[in-house]
């Protein structure tokens, strides 16, 4: 009887444990990420590379250097028509703004941040092309981002650093 009471309780604490337990690698954002959490304006506070050389040229979203990015400030309204603002004084960049179209998409458990790059009167549903990132962080005053690119034929990552503004 004694085993049988000492095993009883070592399951239940296994099926504690294992209930308690937070995901590896992902920082709640299965729970937190919705519109209404990344709905805002935020600006890029940091940019940096994982698994691509440090200084390495990368255009990033078909329009400029990552450096460029360095401060943009990313409108997203309620209403999912957004924009964003590229401001760098950095050399090669330009500044310009660009309307998008902004959604969440989840897949295998990932949130990810979406958007396409809309204007001149075409409607987000003739745009073909668009742009997906892992959210893998987001809290009330940053996010993160997490983009997965092709650099020199092998996979890299470039990850964003977001501030509430």
Not at 15 to 30: D, L, R, W
Request: aromatic fraction near 10%; proline fraction near 1%; hydrophobic fraction near 35%.
């Amino acid at each position: 009887m004694k085993h049988l009471t000492l095993a009883v309780l070592c399951l239940v604490a296994s099926v504690f444990a294992i209930s308690c337990k937070t995901q590896s690698g992902a920082t709640n954002t299965e729970q937190s990420a919705s519109e209404g959490s990344v709905k805002g304006n935020w600006v890029i506070t940091d940019i940096t590379f994982d698994g691509i050389p440090r200084g390495s040229k990368v255009t990033v979203f078909d329009e400029a250097s990552v450096n460029c990015f360095k401060g943009s400030q990313w409108i997203l309204p309620h209403n999912n028509n957004g924009s964003y603002t590229l401001s760098s004084t950095e050399e090669g960049c330009n500044t310009a703004t660009q309307s998008i179209v902004w959604s969440l998409y989840k897949q295998g458990g990932v949130s990810m941040f979406q958007f396409k790059k809309v204007g001149g009167g075409v409607k987000a549903k003739n745009v073909t092309d668009g742009y997906r990132v892992d959210i893998s962080s987001l809290t009330s005053t940053t996010m993160v981002w997490r983009a997965a690119v092709n650099f020199e034929g092998k996979t890299g990552y470039i990850v964003y650093t977001l501030q509430r503004s």
